[in-house]
C-alpha cells in the first residue's frame, strides 16, 4: 500500500514562500507521476502542478513563475516551492501520486495572509 505524506504548510503572509514536501513509502520512481492538487473551502480540487516520469513538468496558469515543483529519487520525496505566494493561493494541499492507481496524501493547510 503507497503511503504519501505531506509536510511544510502553514500560515504565511503574502508575498512570502513555502515549501511542501511529500514523502512517498516506496520508491517514487516507479511512479507514472506525481503532483500537487489543492482544495479551497466550496471549490473543485484543482491541479496545481505535475511531474512526470521523465521529469517534464506541468502547471496551472495560475502558478507558473512562481511555483516549481521537484522530486528526489533517493528521498522519495517531491517537492513544492511556492514563492510569491497569493491570498488565493490558500487552500488544502494534497499530494498525488499516480502508478496502476491514484494515490492522495492527507493533505496540508497552506494559508496566506493579505
Known amino acids: 500500500q503507497v503511503q504519501l505524506v505531506e509536510s511544510g504548510g502553514g500560515l504565511v503572509q503574502a508575498g512570502g514562500s513555502l515549501r511542501l514536501s511529500c514523502a512517498a513509502s516506496?520508491?517514487?520512481?516507479?511512479?507514472?507521476?506525481m503532483g500537487w492538487y489543492r482544495q479551497a473551502p466550496g471549490q473543485q480540487r484543482e491541479l496545481v502542478a505535475l511531474?512526470?516520469?521523465?521529469?517534464?513538468?506541468v502547471y496551472a496558469d495560475s502558478v507558473k513563475g512562481r511555483f516549481t515543483i521537484s522530486r528526489d529519487n533517493v528521498k522519495n520525496t517531491v517537492y513544492l516551492q511556492m514563492n510569491s505566494l497569493k491570498p488565493e493561493d490558500t487552500a488544502v494541499y494534497y499530494c498525488y501520486a499516480a502508478r496502476s492507481g491514484d494515490y492522495w496524501g492527507q493533505g496540508t493547510q497552506v494559508t496566506v495572509s493579505s
Open positions: 516506496g520508491s517514487i520512481s516507479s511512479f507514472k507521476h
Open positions: 511531474i512526470r516520469i521523465l521529469g517534464d513538468t
